[in-house]
């Protein structure tokens, strides 16, 4: 089967795969039953050397397991299919499950909505302290436009998400478990809030005892208060939600970051071996070889291009991408798809593994199940604007290998297949890669569009191919952590950069948050300067900063505290980072920490191993300052960006820095720079002058 584009490719070897070779063999008993997810004891290879039928009859295993369990489905998706086909209308069960999870995804949205409009405000009511404070407005004004962009995105897909289902109509039937769960809200925004107490988060929480879609979860309840406009309602569920959800991530986190030292663990072997290093950059260079040109006069095509020749493909009676009803059409055509794509891959994988000899890694392919209607809904609402085609992981195969050398010797096969057009990649064995906001998971994913062949002819479909080590996925499959574990913390936006970032200024729900997990990147560039005036204001808001940082939780990466005016107060910040593990990027820059404050700062860096950009600007360091940090710099080899400008350093101090920065690449800066600045004299009339045009242009 070619698709247009061997022109100038390597024929791939058709060969049988070797899962099928063996079908006739004993079986080896892997406990994995019930779900995709239940946990199975590492195989055979990792706890001993397992023979070749071992090893062939618990690949069958597992495989014919996935197959079965697609087979087994075919017949219900293509009934679901005919009914739309029939009556006009998804059947009954579908529809309750899509109304849910709309309700579900509304909810989300609105919590992140609230959420960030909140930040803006502190953002705005920030700008001008920052403006008149150290006359640098340009990170405050970045800091505002991302915000602003923000909070349109996902007001205009909270709006969309709205309109869904009654726009969804009358392919859709959602009135029965609107009314339902209706039934079940109470009357006063009291009473709401106390049963929001009592209910499940979400869903997906391991104590929801019936997930059916006619059971009230606080997210479902936000979403049928925001559907039906009752605003207090919904802010009275909000808030409690947002308590609750503070507290719940904390417990998750403490699990997510056992998984990610354990994910990180396995990096570091694989990435430790002879030869490593080379197989990385193979790997980085591969991926920027995607998307791959297209038929026969290899035309390069975006991801519209690709759409539209899915699109192209698709029969007379698929509807538009934008109806629910597509979504059933493309589940139809998933199962025979899923199996077609495995034995795609299957044959990629075991001519590649045979090419030469010179790499095997016992790797084998498992295909996965077609996507569940109700994520395919929620994933969509939240993400996509509800355009269902956007959606491009419904059919999905793994490749499972035990060697960084074998996952780039299949990437090539693959991208030098003619059975597959590689679309896109995500390379998350990538050195730059950071893992920690998907719970420490990596593995290299390709987005693919191929030919499946059925009645109704050939079509072309996406298809997501997961390729990883067998290491990995054994700790993705663990009980008590895993993916159960990242499903219910995705579920809360755990991992979204609008929910896991802070800009603003202080508060208990700040230090309750960053204490809990839920934060990584916190910004509070001149929030202190109000709480200053008070007595001893800011010093007890760096204690309880530092008690924060030194949460065994704590998973911020990215600290801005500049133009705060901490003074002595700051060396506690640095203090608090010699046994902070989590922040990578510190800015500290305007506090007037002056000689006692830097000499923090050096300690901390001497023993520090995460931290790799240092802001200690403008903070009058003295000589004695910088050289105790050129110090520290001699045995600190991980800090790549340290921005020591205007600190008051003598020349000779100047060149001690710049011979223990010594060749490292990245950026030591030591002289001032000031383009940023209203001006160069403090003059109270230029600065609220130039503060009002500032507040009207970037906040209007």
Not at 100 to 124: F, P, R, W
Not at 664 to 679: A, F, H, M, V, W
Request: charged share 20%; glycine share 8%.
């Amino acid at each position: 089967m070619g698709n247009g584009a061997s022109a100038g490719r390597k024929k791939t070897r058709r060969v049988v795969p070797k899962t099928h070779k063996v079908a006739g063999a004993a079986s080896v008993a892997v406990p994995r039953q019930d779900s995709d997810y239940d946990y199975a004891p590492p195989s055979a290879r990792l706890t001993k050397q397992p023979t070749k039928q071992e090893l062939e009859a618990f690949v069958r295993n597992k495989v014919d397991r996935a197959i079965r369990k697609i087979t087994s489905e075919l017949t219900q998706l293509h009934a679901d299919w005919t009914t739309v086909m029939e009556t006009g209308t998804i059947p009954e069960n579908l529809a309750a499950d899509v109304t849910a999870e709309t309700l579900d995804a509304i909810g989300t949205m609105y919590c992140t909505v609230e959420s960030l409009k909140a930040q803006k405000n502190e953002i705005k009511g920030n700008l001008l302290k920052s403006i008149i404070g150290r006359n640098r407005t340009s990170d405050v004004n970045v800091n505002l436009d991302k915000q602003n962009q923000w909070v349109n995105a996902q007001m205009e897909r909270l709006k969309q998400a709205k309109s869904t289902l009654s726009e969804w109509s009358p392919g859709l039937d959602s009135a029965p478990v609107l009314a339902k769960l209706a039934g079940l809200v109470p009357e006063s925004s009291a009473q709401i809030a106390a049963l929001c107490n009592s209910l499940p988060l979400a869903s997906t929480d391991p104590s929801q005892p019936d997930p059916s879609p006619t059971s009230l979860t606080v997210q479902r309840l936000m979403g049928l208060c925001v559907l039906n406009d009752k605003r207090k309602h919904a802010a009275a569920a909000l808030k409690v939600y947002n308590q609750r959800r503070g507290q719940a991530t904390g417990e998750l986190v403490a699990t997510i970051l056992k998984d990610i030292e354990s994910y990180d663990a396995v990096c570091r072997e694989i990435t430790g071996v002879p030869g490593a290093e080379g197989v990385l950059l193979e790997l980085d260079r591969l991926s920027h070889l995607a998307p791959q040109p297209f038929g026969d006069d290899l035309k390069p095509l975006d991801i519209e291009g690709f759409d539209d020749l899915v699109l192209s493909t698709a029969g007379n009676d698929a509807p538009r991408s934008s109806r629910v009803e597509y979504a059933v059409y493309i589940r139809k055509l998933a199962g025979a798809g899923s199996i077609a794509l495995y034995n795609i891959v299957a044959n990629v994988v075991v001519a590649a593994e045979t090419a030469d000899g010179s790499v095997h890694g016992g790797a084998y392919v498992v295909p996965g199940g077609v996507k569940k209607l109700a994520r395919c809904v929620f994933k969509t609402v939240t993400k996509y604007n509800c355009d269902f085609q956007m959606c491009k992981d419904i059919m999905r195969c793994t490749v499972v290998t035990t060697s960084l050398a074998s996952v780039a010797q299949i990437v090539k096969a693959i991208f030098a297949s003619t059975d597959v057009v590689v679309v896109r990649v995500k390379n998350r064995f990538a050195a730059g890669f950071d893992s920690k906001p998907a719970g420490g998971y990596r593995d290299y994913q390709i987005l693919v569009v191929f030919k499946s062949s059925g009645k109704e002819g050939e079509r072309w479909l996406y298809g997501e191919i997961q390729i990883n080590l067998e290491q990995m996925v054994e700790i993705k499959a663990q009980p008590n952590g895993g993916h159960a574990t990242y499903k219910f913390a995705r579920s809360l936006a755990a991992f979204d950069e609008n929910v896991y970032t802070h800009s603003g200024s202080w508060s208990t729900r700040t230090e309750n948050m960053i204490t809990a997990g839920v934060l990584m990147k916190v910004d509070m560039q001149g929030a202190f300067t109000e709480i200053g005036k008070l007595v001893n204001g800011t010093a007890i808001i760096v204690k309880k900063l530092v008690t924060s940082l030194l949460s065994p939780n704590c998973r911020v990466q990215h600290l801005n505290l500049q133009d705060n005016y901490l003074n002595s107060d700051g060396s506690s910040i640095a203090i608090a980072l010699k046994v902070n593990t989590s922040v990578v990027s510190i800015r500290m820059g305007g506090n007037k920490l002056g000689r006692e404050g830097a000499l923090s700062f050096a300690e901390a860096l001497r023993v520090n191993r995460s931290i790799t950009s240092v802001d200690l600007c403008t903070n009058n360091l003295g000589d004695d300052g910088g050289k105790a940090i050129a110090d520290a710099l001699l045995t600190n080899k991980i800090v790549s960006d340290l921005r020591l400008s205007d600190n008051g350093f003598s020349a000779d101090t100047e060149k001690v820095l710049t011979a223990a920065w010594g060749m490292r690449s990245g950026t030591l800066e030591l002289s001032k720079p000031d383009k940023t600045s209203i001006g160069p004299v403090f003059d109270p009339t230029v600065v609220l002058g130039k503060a009002k045009r500032f507040y009207k242009n970037m906040i209007s």
